[in-house]
Nanobody, 124 residues
Framework: QVQLVESGGGLVQAGGSLRLSCAAS????????MGWFRQAPGNGREFVAT????????YYADSVKGRFTISRDNAKNMVYLQMNSLKPEDTAVYYC?????????????????WGQGTQVTVSS
C-alpha cells in the first residue's frame, strides 16, 4: 500500500514556474514507477510525465516536453515536477500516481495508487 500526498500547486502568471512535490508513504517507494497526470474541467485525465523506479528514465507528453522535468529522491520517498514557462493551458488539477513495475507508464489505467491532487492555475 502506498499513500501519496501532493503539494506545491498555486496561482502563477504565464511564463512563471512552479515545483510540485509528491510525498509517498511506505518503505517500498523505490519499487514503484511514478507518474504525473493532470485534469482540467470537462477533460479527461491527461498524462504529463513519468519516471522509472530508479529514476534513470523519464518520458513526457509532447505538450510539456522541454518545459517540465520529473525527478525523484528515493531516500526521501519524494517525486517532483518542475514546471517552467507555464501557459494558461497548463491549468488543471495535477495528480501524482504510483505503479509497481520496472518500466515507465503513460496510461492512467495502469497506475495503482493516486494522490488527492493539487490545483495549478496559470493566468494570462
Amino acid at each position: 500500500q502506498v499513500q501519496l500526498v501532493e503539494s506545491g500547486g498555486g496561482l502563477v502568471q504565464a511564463g512563471g514556474s512552479l515545483r510540485l512535490s509528491c510525498a509517498a508513504s511506505g518503505r517500498t517507494f523505490s519499487r514503484y514507477a511514478m507518474g504525473w497526470f493532470r485534469q482540467a474541467p470537462g477533460n479527461g485525465r491527461e498524462f504529463v510525465a513519468t519516471i522509472t523506479r530508479s529514476g534513470a528514465d523519464t518520458y513526457y507528453a509532447d505538450s510539456v516536453k522541454g518545459r517540465f522535468t520529473i525527478s525523484r529522491d528515493n531516500a526521501k520517498n519524494m517525486v517532483y515536477l518542475q514546471m517552467n514557462s507555464l501557459k494558461p493551458e497548463d491549468t488543471a488539477v495535477y495528480y501524482c500516481a504510483a505503479k509497481g513495475g520496472a518500466g515507465y507508464y503513460t496510461d492512467y489505467v495502469q497506475y495503482d495508487y493516486w494522490g488527492q491532487g493539487t490545483q495549478v492555475t496559470v493566468s494570462s
